[in-house]
């Protein structure tokens, strides 16, 4: 167990983070023990042989879907990436149907056609995680001009990797974007690799430094502290939101799991084990956990409760996976036509 | 009560249409490269911008993966978006968008989704544009589930098909042929629609059937008058979309006739001549008196030289010469 006085402080200490309500704090919390609860389950159900395929997983970035989606509305749409378990839950997306959709259950988001990479829930504005890198920012952005259009009250944030930024898509549709001036957050989860490169032999410049050529605004943050993303989102957001045009926030954080399942340890020899503890030394869950614990009115039990609840939670729902059937046979079929 | 007719182009009967849903359906909006002040390269979409305003009449930056990439995430989020790809070949660009999202999105959420959308793109050689300006890719698209491909001929196809393809629920790939824009015909009056997935008889015949899509009906048509002369008489059909694809008609005239040319202006090579020729042979094996017989575009990159481009591109001669080779 970590020693909490390891744990460096959230960067953003300051009046107004101090005056963020309780209750949205500990929903922080709980979103990203969430997402680490899961993604600990998936890793495991996968190692047993459960699941087809394979997946990626978000452990050791739960900050960066977390203070996003947290400023987030029901109406509000998102695009995900193929590392997307930890955007779907950040934003209110059901372990049960995610899980069953992990297993190819009918009773998953997809009926168990679409996967990990695919998941859709449009009731929560969720417009799918994406197989292809960078495939979701068109998708985004065109969501953000339909609000534009139809004059909803609704903004789009379209969440990608470093990878991603190499990607013309990006180019093509945050151009449009700021022509425009479409409500659209576009979050660079920048986790230090681009499958196994690091962005330091894959980009030139850096990722704010190309939206600021676009003429969009962008910040830089401490992706593994909850409340500096949380503060950067409400900024972007707020400028989505009075019709200001995008923004772009670049979170830098650290993808403790491997690229995909089959990545462990030296398998790709692209990192090293002491880099990889390094970065879990800064886990921001401890790091807002210790922060609560604190500077907060929390008591530990308050945690230890969310904890324990969260754990029930994401236990009965990978066990209803486990139980739910396959989808039929005549669905293969299905859904290819309106 | 009869339906007034007018003869207009085609280029006329796809602007009406286009202006008739724009006007019925305010979730309908059109976006592509110089389509709103320009009115398009080919002057298709002229007049639009005035009449709905910038907004609706989007011009775009020169970036088609990025134009059909906005139009896939608006038409998922509830607008009806009808996108301008300014040649077939530029397509190519936006085939990830096309492909691995338009296409699959609906199945992989299992039908929580729909991408009601249109990509009108002008296809087809001829015009001495040269190798990137003039190529027939239908069979790429009729090769991807979840899309559809419409192939108008006529100015009422045009006009007729448009407007279904608008009101579908789906990614629909509208194929105009740049030759064809000038071509007249009737364009009926007012709500025309024409289903998708409907061949039409343009001629009916008894000693072979020829199958023709988009521009390719017109050397069709005059090779059926010179054979007619000769006294071969010949069925016409325009499958009209190819994707879906309207089997039946196709088949029943095949078992009429007993000999089959299927005449499209993409590749020869594992093109839409092969699939329609191998969809002949698995339903009417039995009633065919001789091979089905294909007539792509040649195999090689459209040439810029007229005296060279002339050559790829299937022609009333080469048509009359096969069918007086099937009927031999």
């Known amino acids: 167990m970590k020693q909490l006085e390891e744990l460096s402080a959230p960067s953003v200490v300051g009046q107004e983070e101090q005056e963020l309500p309780l209750d949205l704090l500990l929903d922080m919390y709980r979103r990203m023990v969430t997402i680490r609860r899961f993604e600990n389950t998936t890793y495991d159900v996968y190692s047993r042989g459960i699941m087809p395929g394979l997946a990626h997983l978000y452990t050791g970035m739960e900050a960066v879907a977390v203070g996003v989606c947290i400023t987030l509305h029901k109406q509000d749409n998102i695009t995900s990436t193929h590392r997307g378990h930890g955007h779907l839950l950040a934003k209110g997306g059901d372990p049960k149907r995610m899980f069953a959709e992990l297993l190819g259950k009918e009773a998953g988001y997809n009926r168990g056609k679409g996967g990990s990479m695919h998941i859709v829930d449009m009731s929560l504005g969720i417009l799918g995680a994406n197989g292809i890198v960078a495939g979701g920012l068109g998708i985004a952005t065109g969501a953000g001009l339909s609000a534009k259009l139809m004059k909803e009250e609704r903004i789009s944030v379209a969440f990608f990797g470093d990878g991603a930024l190499n990607e013309g898509l990006f180019y093509e549709a945050a151009n449009m974007a700021s022509l425009w001036k479409l409500p659209v957050v576009y979050i660079m989860e920048n986790n230090s690799y681009g499958e196994y490169t690091p962005p330091s032999k894959a980009t030139a410049g850096s990722g704010p430094a190309r939206a600021e050529a676009m003429g969009i605004p962008s910040k830089s943050v401490d992706g593994n502290d909850v409340l500096a993303v949380y503060q950067a989102a409400v900024w972007a957001t707020e400028r989505a939101r009075s019709d200001s045009g995008p923004s772009f926030v670049e979170c830098k954080t650290y993808r403790w799991r491997g690229h995909h399942m089959g990545d462990q340890g030296d398998t790709y020899g692209y990192r090293s084990q002491e880099e990889i503890e390094s970065w879990m030394t800064k886990c921001p869950i401890d790091r807002f956990r210790s922060y609560l614990l604190e500077k907060g009115p929390v008591e530990e039990i308050t945690l230890h409760e969310i904890d324990r609840q969260v754990e029930q939670v994401i236990d009965a729902a990978v066990e209803f996976a486990k139980q739910a059937p396959y989808p039929d046979p005549s669905e293969v079929f299905e859904h290819v036509y309106a | ?328």
């Open chain 2, 1 to 328: 009560m009869s339906t007034p007719e007018r003869t207009g182009t085609i280029r006329d009967a796809i602007n009406e249409a286009l202006h008739e849903e724009m006007a019925r359906d305010e979730r309908i909006f059109i976006m592509g490269e110089d389509i709103g002040v320009a009115g398009g390269v080919f002057k298709v979409t002229a007049g639009l911008r005035e009449a709905f305003g910038e907004e609706r009449v989007r011009d775009t930056p020169i970036a088609e993966a990025g134009i059909v990439g906005l139009a896939v995430g608006a038409a998922m989020t509830g607008m009806r978006p009808v996108v301008e790809i300014m040649f077939n070949d530029f397509t190519t660009l936006a085939s990830d968008q096309l492909v691995n999202q338009a296409a699959k999105l609906r199945y992989m959420t299992a039908g929580q989704t729909k991408i009601p959308m249109v990509i009108r793109t002008a296809m087809g050689a001829g015009r001495r544009a040269a190798a990137q300006h003039s190529q027939s890719l239908q069979a790429w698209y009729c090769h991807i589930p979840g899309l559809k491909v419409v192939m108008p001929s006529t100015p009422a196809d045009a006009k007729g098909l448009l407007k279904s393809a608008i009101r579908d629920d789906n990614p629909v790939i509208f194929m105009e042929d740049k030759m064809m824009y000038a071509q007249k015909g009737e364009i009926p009056d007012g709500d025309y629609t024409t289903p998708l997935g409907q061949a039409r008889i343009h001629r009916q015949g008894d000693e072979a059937t020829v199958i023709c899509t988009s521009s390719m009906l017109y050397p069709v048509l005059e090779a059926a008058d010179i054979l007619a002369a000769e006294g071969i008489s010949i069925e016409v059909i325009d499958p009209r979309t190819l994707s879906p694809l309207d089997e039946e008609t196709l088949v029943n005239s095949v078992l009429k006739t007993g000999h089959a040319l299927v005449v499209d202006e993409g590749y020869q090579s594992f093109g839409v001549t092969a699939e329609i020729a191998a969809r002949l042979q698995e339903k009417a094996f039995d009633y065919l008196d001789e091979p089905i017989r294909r007539l792509g575009a040649a195999d090689v990159p459209v040439p810029f030289a007229p005296s060279l481009e002339d050559l790829t591109i299937p022609s009333a001669e080469r048509i009359v010469e096969i069918v007086r080779e099937m009927r031999a």
